[in-house]
């Protein structure tokens, strides 16, 4: 008896974390971009609040954070849609967009969800090469055939850490035709030093019907556990996409957690502080041991090591520090590794120097 085992998701890797080898007593988490100074302090108070409550089912609207957002925003809460962190809208898009067989264009050398997600709804990926460490909006214009049903930009992008500026973006969006979906995906969109070069959100208030804009609460806001997202697009959009989404996909917790958090100014000052600190850091040292970073806009950084990631990446985890080697993302012979606080940044530095001066 053989069971209906699709194909192309059997050739899929099961995600499977690192696995911190024997010896290693305590392994510092480098590889998922996480806020190393923590939750939002008012959403840990909020979380404290709302515990007593989680006999009930939570709000299926989001209504209080849709609410929120919609004023943060200057939109209509009927341009937003919450999800259980922004990858959940990745397979809801592909799930409610595209058919087998149908085209998703994206590039090569960005966050690997794209393409799992695409391969998993039976679509044919088509992957354009990035340009310089970014995404080449021009190619991947023309990449676009018939068959598109879907579009996915990374910006700033993950794993390198770049960003195409808000007049490429115009230019790309007015490539593209109006049937096409473009998603672009700013779940690092606070750590942007200059926000008026993400022309996303003032596309979708000046009305653009293809426009769907991925944002998270993982990042800066330091609420990666808890797992919240949301998407801004047309009213349409929304609408329509809203049939997919599983009914109380964020929990309780969750809304609460992040309707505290979007108000707390204080903790994403620091953590934006924190986040510029650490890159002068990493500039500053990462030559010094003859290693030269891609320029990031993001909470992480891409180095190249000058052969597979994993020839570094893996002498790392021994010394206890996860990080990820990007060469299956389509990154070759680099390393990302997220921001720590300053003292986990000195001794993976110091870790850096010994595995290069090992192979010297």
Known sequence: MSLPFKSHIAKLPAYTPPAVPPGVTQAVDLSSNENPLGPSPLAVIALREAVETVNRYPDASGTALKGALAQKWNLSPSNIALSNGADEWVLLLCVSLVEPGDEVVMAQGSFISYLLRAT???????????????????????????RTRLVFVCNPN????????????????EQVPERVPVVVDEAYYEYVADPGQMRGLA???????????LRSFSKVYGLAGLRVGYMLSSEAVIDYVERARPPFNVNRLAQAAALAALGDEEHVRRSLEANQAA????YRELPLLGLHPIPTHANFMAVDVGRPGAQVSGPLLERGFITTATDGWGVPNHVRFSFGTPQENQAFLAALKDIVRDER
């Open 120 to 146: 998993e709804v039976g679509a044919r990926v088509i992957r354009v090469p990035l340009k310089d460490h970014t995404h080449d909006l021009e190619a991947m214009a023309h990449a676009i055939t018939d």
């Open 158 to 173: 993950n794993p390198t850490g770049t960003m195409v500026d808000g007049a490429a973006m115009d230019r790309f969006l």
């Open 203 to 213: 596309h979708v208030r000046a009305g653009r019907q293809n426009l769907i804009v």
């Open 279 to 282: 890159k002068d850091t990493f």
